[in-house]
């Protein structure tokens, strides 16, 4: 319970239409948007300023209130969602949603940690530059969330990851101090790089208010294709010859299995298929041009002539519009819509070394038969990058709800364990790009390197000393014991 006092001191930072106190203005905050956590507030605060963010944690320091940094709620893993009975304060950042400079000369633009990926990505078109960041949430997603997990998506072959994109930041700390890092630097070799600690911690250190973003040339054009191939290790296969004939031009290279490909057909009546034929699976790749885009499309049309030829690949489309790139783009992007709306589904985000994911994929696919006969592998996403989305829906016509669909539920947790001891013997991850959270803190204890692990809690321990930044997420609870010397 908070004391009444602290109540209104916190509400009278923020001022009229900063706060929201009922339950039914607060329970949108209290969820996750795959409703796995469930949570309650006494609190939903949203304040305009970074001077606002920093007097609120000021105050719950000295209070020991609990802080839930909030975006825009698109996280996988319970990452934003307040515990149950725990009195946590929930702090969106909706409200600091400023596109506070764009550099077009130095390719760089600055914006506010509540401005959903969308508007950060309008805002570099109109300066005819470009920021590459790219995920099916981009409409609601927040920049400060994207940073908090160090998000991914399906630019990373050619750009990276989100840590990859950040020139500066501004976090507020815990005590309230703000560290104000928001340079324009591409070079500063000023000792530690105090940024990183705040990529990918999940709010648990800080609160993200403000970063300096990396922006690069516009594209001209884009060339997109959805290609039929032999299944993943022929997706792999191709993955190199593509690359080595059109190198860093390659910016996306997505792998949608059949079964996946069929649940969108099912459940997704706006897509557009482009086949009448199955095959085993499908990449849909796009090149980015700054070229002329004919003389580009010219050269990949003579490469896939050549592979239809020696049947490395099976068929191909390709997009002949703006309208034809969505289309594809959306089959691709409804993958996680069509799943859900199947019915339950046993997900991982893994990632292995590219050569790795043939291999692995067959082992994984004996174990999944071995304890879940007849379950579909829905094995999609980011091959270009090593990252596979390996999802598993029961089988075909298992009833929502329905006994079989619990029987296939209570094995999540034998099967999740065995998969992701394959993935570590394959030296890969068990969270390539949707982060911790709450879900996968087990997951991080079981498989993390023991003296990272131990690291982490030594730095959450001397930003965080009273654990009142997202509790109960990433290395939460957890007590901290010294290095070993
Ligand atoms: C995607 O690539 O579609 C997302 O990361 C979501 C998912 O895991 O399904
Ligand atoms: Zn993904």
Redesign the pocket.
Known sequence: MLHAITLQALKDIVGPGGWLETTADTAPYCHDFRNLYAGTTPLVLRPDSVHGVANILTLCTSSRISVVPYGGNTS?CGGATPRAKHAEIVLSLERLKRIRDVDAAGYTITVDAGCTLASVQAAATESRRYFPLS???EGTCQIGGNLSTNA???AVLRYGMMRDLVLGLEVVLPDGSVLNQLTKLRKDNTGYDCKQLFLGAEGTLGVITGACLKLFPQPNDYITALIAVDGLAAAVQLLETIRNQFGDSLEAF?YIPRAAYELVLKHCSQTVFPFDHPYSGYVLLELATSALASEYTALLESFLEVHLADRTIRDVVLARSGLQRDNLWLL??S??RA?TLEGASI?H?ISLPIAQLGPFSDKARSIIDRLLPQARVVA???VGDG?L?F?ISPPVNTIKGSTEERAFLSRQKDVTCELLDLVTSFNGSFSA??GIGQLKVPELERYEDPTALQLMRVIKQAIDPLNIMNPGKVIASLPVKRLET
């Open positions: 996988y995920l099916g949430s991914g998506g399906t997505e691709r992007e993958i996680p799943q997900k985000d999609y996403g980011h990252n989305h999802n790009e949707h």
